[in-house]
C-alpha cells in the first residue's frame, strides 16, 4: 500500500495517549513510544518455484509487535499490496484488541506481498510451507501463534502446523488457530469474526434503541468476515441489501437471500452475477440507504472522498482499519455511530484463544458453548466501550483505545524496563 499505514495508526493513537497523562501515570517510563514500538520485525526474501519452474521472488512479513500480557497472536495476509508498515499497523492493532476484549495475547502479524489467488494449489501450498520455514523458529503455541486473515483460512493454517511438526517431529496444536476441525481446530471459529460483529451491532443498535429486525444492511467485502455477517444479520431479521467485493457490485432492495449468495459466491468466487440481484459500481457501496454499514475488506476503504456520502446511522468495522481519521472525523460529525474495528472485529481472536484453550486440555467445546462464551466476551467489551465513551464524552473508537491503553501500559510497567 502507498501510505504509511503504521505511521498513520501511531498518529491515531498519540492522539489518544496526549490525553490520558500516561507520563504522569508512569513517570519516566516513555509509555507512549515504548507501547508503539514493535518488540521484533522480520522481512525475508520468499522464492517460489512455479509449476511452469520459473522462480517467483516475493517479500515475507512477521511482525512481533508485544508479548507483555500473553504470547504473539495474528494473521497472515497474502495480498499484492501487503508492505511491511501494513504488517506493523495490522500487528499493532492485534496488541490492542485483545487487550481490549482482555483474553491472555499480545499481537502480532504475517504476510506476503504476492498475488495469491493467481496461484496454483500446488504453488499456494509450497508457498506457505516455505513462509512457514523461514519463521518455524518463532512460531509456537507459547510464543507466536497465526490465524487466518485475508486470502488464507484453515488450509493454510494446516500446511503451516504440518511444517512445524516435520521440523519439530512433534504435533503442537495450538501452534496456529483457524485450523481444520479435524487437526484440533474450534467448532464456530471460521464464523467467528462475523458473528463477533454481529454481537457487537446488536449491542450497539440496543444502546441506540433502533430494533435490528426490518432494519436494512450493506456489506463492503464478501469474504470470511463480510460473508458470515451477512449471513448472521439475516438470521437476526436485518435484510442485507447490497454487497460487493473486489469485483463488483449487487443490490436488491428487498433483501438478497443471504444463503443463496453465499453458495453462488463460493461456487463463482464473487458475489457478481448473482441472478436477479441488480450490478452497480463497487464503490458507489457506501452511499447505500441502509441503516447498517459493514466495511469488511480493506484498510482504508472510507476515507474523506466517501465518508460524506454514507447515509448508514451505524458503521460496524468488521475489516481492520477500514475508516482514515479525516473520514472518522466527518462521520463523527454527521453523527454516526462507528463500532470501531479493534471491538467489532475481536470475534476471530476471541475463538482463536478459545480454540488454543481447547488446544491446551484436548478437551472439546461444544458449537453453543463456543457461541455462548463469544457472546459473553463481546457483551463485556461492548458495554465497557460505550461506558467509557459517556464517561469520557468521546468516540467509541477513542473509548475503546483507552480501555486497552489502560490494560497494555499496566502490563508493560509490570514487567519492567530492563
Ligand atoms: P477474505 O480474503 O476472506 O475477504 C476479503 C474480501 O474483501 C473479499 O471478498 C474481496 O473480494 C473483498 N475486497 C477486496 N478489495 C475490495 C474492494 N476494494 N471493494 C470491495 N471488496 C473488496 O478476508 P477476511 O478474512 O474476510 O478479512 C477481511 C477484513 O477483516 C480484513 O481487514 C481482515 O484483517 C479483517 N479481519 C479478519 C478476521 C478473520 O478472522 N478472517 C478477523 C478480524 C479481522
Known sequence: MSVDAFALAKQRFFRYTEKMDLDGRYPGQNMPEHLTEPDRSVEFRLSLKRDDGSILVCRGYRVQFNDDRGPYKGGIRFHPVVDLSEVKALAFWMYMKTALVDIPFGGAKGGVTVDYPALSLAEKERLTKRYAMVLVDELGSERDIPAPDVNTSAREMAWIMDTWRMIHGRYQRGIVTGKPIDMGGSLGREAATGRGVVFAIEEAAQQMEFALPGATAAIQGFGNVGSATARFLAEAGVRVTAVSDSQGAIRDPRGLDIAALRRHASE???????????????????????????????????????????????????????????????????????????????????????????????????????????????????????????????????????????????????????
Not at 270 to 295: K, Q, S, W, Y
Not at 353 to 378: C, G, S
Not at 392 to 404: F, T
Open 268 to 418: 463463482a468466487g464473487t458475489v457478481t452475477g448473482f441472478p436477479g440481484a441488480e450490478p452497480f459500481a463497487r464503490d458507489d457501496l457506501f452511499a447505500e440507504p441502509v441503516d447498517i454499514l459493514v466495511p469488511a475488506a480493506l484498510e482504508h476503504a472510507i476515507d474523506a472522498d466517501n465518508a460524506d456520502r454514507i447515509q448508514a446511522r451505524l458503521v460496524a468495522e468488521g475489516a481492520n482499519g477500514p475508516t482514515t481519521m479525516e473520514a472518522a472525523h466527518i462521520l463523527q460529525e454527521k453523527g454516526k455511530v462507528v463500532i470501531p474495528d479493534i471491538l467489532c472485529n475481536a470475534g476471530g481472536v476471541t475463538v482463536s484463544y478459545f480454540e488454543w484453550v481447547q488446544n491446551r486440555q484436548e478437551f472439546y467445546w461444544t458449537a453453543e458453548k463456543v457461541d455462548e462464551e463469544l457472546r459473553r466476551v463481546m457483551v463485556r467489551a461492548s458495554r465497557a466501550v460505550f461506558a467509557e465513551a459517556g464517561k469520557h464524552a468521546c468516540c467509541l473508537r477513542e473509548a475503546a483505545y483507552r480501555i486497552a491503553i489502560d490494560r497494555v501500559a499496566a502490563a508493560a510497567s509490570a514487567r519492567g524496563v530492563q
